[in-house]
């Protein structure tokens, strides 16, 4: 294991190389803890409409391990995925991410929407709809407010499954968006039959726009809103990192942005400095 301070001054964790079988082992003991013993912490990262207002917040998750310190998603959702764990901290995600969207709402926050990563295993659940369906009564939340996220290779794996489940959440009223869209391969026909809301082009796309030397990715992202709007979805950006990447994506049409240029992933206390601003009772 290595550490470092991280952006906030928080030691972030990083996997030096590879972790041994022992690390491993280790790990997998510490994650099937994690939950009771409420390591578990959700960041989050605004999503912004063209006019830089505010839309909705991505939930992202940490792991606050005791020694370890902060231990980010590509260190231990795999983990969690394949020892099935990740369907109580997933459902732990929902209700958290829940929660904290009806205390926004209440505070007059009414437009907002909360997104959460759903990975391939919880999509798949059968519990999913019920448990999506009772953590929205339990807070009382508009299912307009809560976004589900699912990559575009999970919604590609199984299509006839994929379409029976989306139709069943839409029908709930909960947005879909399909993220780290582009590097998954979509059938345009299954695409167009897609319940989806929301295409999320992924951040490696992002990355080399405006530096004039990818022509490639220009025309890559260029094609993917175009596609998007003549399949009646929004198009957003995820890792937009400057004002080139934006103002780039703002001529192109793209319907929204999300990206460290914009704002990073923040702790729940910091979303209030949006408040006054974005909300008309904050
Ligand atoms: P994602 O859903 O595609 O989320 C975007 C990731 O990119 C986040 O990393 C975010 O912090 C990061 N990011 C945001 N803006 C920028 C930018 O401008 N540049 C760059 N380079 N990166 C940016 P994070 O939080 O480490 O999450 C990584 C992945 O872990 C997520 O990718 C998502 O697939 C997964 N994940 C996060 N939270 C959860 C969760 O609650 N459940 C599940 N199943 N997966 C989750
Ligand atoms: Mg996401
Ligand atoms: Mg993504
Ligand atoms: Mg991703």
């Known amino acids: 294991y290595t550490k470092r301070a991280g952006?906030?001054?928080?030691?972030?964790?990083?996997?030096?190389?590879?972790?041994?079988?022992?690390?491993?082992?280790?790990?997998?003991?510490?994650?099937?803890?994690?939950?009771?013993?409420q390591q578990f912490v959700l960041m989050y990262q605004p999503k912004f409409d063209l006019h830089n207002n505010v839309v909705g917040f991505e939930a992202l998750l940490r792991w606050q391990h005791p020694t370890l310190g902060l231990v980010l998603p590509d260190h231990f959702v795999s983990l969690a995925e394949k020892s099935g764990l990740i369907i109580p901290i997933g459902e732990w995600v929902l209700n958290a991410a829940c929660r904290q969207m009806k205390e926004w709402y209440s505070s007059g926050c009414e437009k907002w929407h909360v997104a959460i990563n759903l990975s391939a295993l919880q999509f798949s659940h059968e519990r999913l709809l019920d448990v999506v369906r009772q953590v929205l009564a339990r807070w009382e939340l508009p299912p307009h407010c809560l976004t589900l996220e699912i990559t575009e290779t999970v919604a590609m794996h199984n299509a006839k499954k994929?379409?029976?489940?989306l139709n069943q959440l839409s029908q709930l009223g909960v947005n879909i968006s399909i993220d780290d869209f582009g590097t998954g391969y979509s059938s345009l026909l299954y695409l167009k039959r897609l319940p989806a809301n929301e295409l999320k082009i992924d951040k490696a796309f992002i990355s080399n726009l405006g530096t004039g030397t990818l022509m490639n990715d220009q025309a890559i992202v260029s094609a993917i809103i175009n596609l998007g709007h003549t399949l009646n979805f929004k198009v957003i950006a995820e890792g937009v990192e400057n004002d080139e990447q934006k103002s780039f994506l703002q001529e192109l049409g793209c319907d929204g942005l999300q990206g460290f240029g914009l704002a990073e992933p923040m702790w729940v206390d910091e979303v209030k400095d949006y408040y006054s601003t974005e909300c008309k009772a904050g």
């Open 7 to 37: 952006r906030n001054g928080y030691h972030v964790f990083e996997m030096s190389m590879h972790l041994d079988t022992r690390e491993r082992l280790d790990m997998m003991l510490d994650l099937g803890a994690a939950l009771e013993r």
């Open 162 to 165: 994929t379409l029976e489940i």
